[in-house]
């Protein structure tokens, strides 16, 4: 984000010279203790003697929110952590409205005794369940959803993915007063600082498989096998999956415009995460996706750094791969390297660790 002064963690170890394979999960979670052990541990007794936390995780649209706090998880253990979307929690009430019995009943009771709103609840269950005309899904309701979602694991640390996401929820009276401090237990806001350079080539250039619907990238994420289009003259992924046969994996429409269609939703991000900055007694994590590409060599290790992969075709039709590393400028156009999201991770975990005063 322009103007924005991240500090840049450095996940690289004198004297660890094995190469992980950031892809292979055993191999991550080797990665993971080797780079964080001592604070995942810590984590760990922290979380196993029954403390939790909440995390609120803020940044741009598709800057890796759920990305990082799975892979937390991951290192972790996801029994004693959830990942809690925003997005997924409306469509979980409204998946329990519709079953009816039980499940229905617990809603609309907490909706009743919590709510603060002009709304009715047979009105804002409608409007959960699409039946109204009008959209009744204010702020108002979704900080009450997420405060019971936050009610039905008592026991677990929470990454909130997705909230604020509107200019009205940054206001003070219903972000730091209902939410911030709703269970006795720490709050912290984790932001995330993604180039948008970054983000437009990652939207430019996704494909998924017809099939099995797996997402990869033609520049960014390539599968085994690679065709060329002799009529488009171009060069296109196929699906490595052995019961997709190869199939020609595909773009989404409108994705080759890459971020200029959410361009608004971006702004609306970036005013949230500025104002957001600002706010005092919340203890505050910052992670950095990329890195000046000439401090890179002294801060990461070689296998942390996202590759770019580039196709050439030989007079016999082969296709060779060639494997490069990704340089993007940053917002304030500084050339960079986009990271993994393994060693965002392990700047999360040490400095989750240190905020918790572990």
């Not at 948008?196 to 033609?218: A, F, G, L, M």
């Not at 890459?258 to 910052?286: A, N």
Request: proline letters at 4%.
């Amino acid at each position: 984000m322009k103007d924005l002064k991240f500090p840049v963690s450095k996940t690289k170890i004198e004297g660890l010279n094995r190469k992980f394979d950031l892809g292979d999960v055993g191999e991550r979670k080797e990665y993971f203790e080797a780079k964080a052990g001592e604070e995942i541990k810590k984590i760990r007794d922290y979380l196993e003697s029954g403390k939790t936390f909440i995390a609120y995780l803020v940044g741009i649209k598709n800057s890796g929110k759920g990305t990082y706090s799975k892979l937390f998880m991951e290192a972790i253990g996801g029994d004693k952590v959830r990942h809690l979307s925003v997005g997924d929690l409306v469509r979980d009430v409204h998946v329990r409205l519709e079953e009816g019995g039980k499940r229905r009943e617990e809603v609309l009771e907490f909706l009743h005794k919590n709510y603060r709103g002009v709304n009715s609840v047979e009105e804002l269950e409608k409007a959960i369940l699409g039946r109204s005309t009008t959209n009744l899904v204010t702020s108002e309701l979704v900080v009450t959803l997420i405060k019971f979602e936050i009610s039905q694991y008592t026991r677990k640390a929470i990454f909130i993915d997705g909230f604020p996401r509107a200019k009205d929820q940054i206001n003070y009276s219903l972000f730091l007063r209902e939410l911030v401090g709703y269970r006795d237990d720490p709050d912290f806001l984790v932001f995330i600082d993604v180039p948008e350079n970054i983000v437009d080539e990652r939207i430019k250039y996704r494909v998924v498989c017809p099939r099995c619907k797996v997402p990869r990238n033609t520049r960014l994420l390539a599968t085994k096998f690679v065709g060329y289009d002799e009529d488009k003259k171009e060069f296109y992924l196929m699906c490595d999956n052995p019961d997709c046969g190869k199939a020609r994996m595909v773009a989404k429409e409108g994705d080759a415009l890459g971020i200029e269609p959410i361009r608004e939703r971006l702004e609306t991000d970036k005013e949230i995460f500025r104002h957001l900055l600002d706010v005092r007694g919340i203890p505050q994590v910052y992670l950095k996706n990329s890195i000046p590409a000439d401090k890179a060599a002294d801060y990461v290790d070689d296998y942390e750094i996202t590759p770019a992969y580039h196709y050439e075709r030989g007079g016999n039709g082969e296709i060779k791969v060639i494997e490069k590393p990704w340089v993007v400028k940053d917002d304030d156009g500084i050339p960079s390297y986009s990271l993994f999201s393994a060693p965002v991770v392990v700047a999360l975990l040490r400095q989750v660790a240190k905020v918790l005063n572990l």
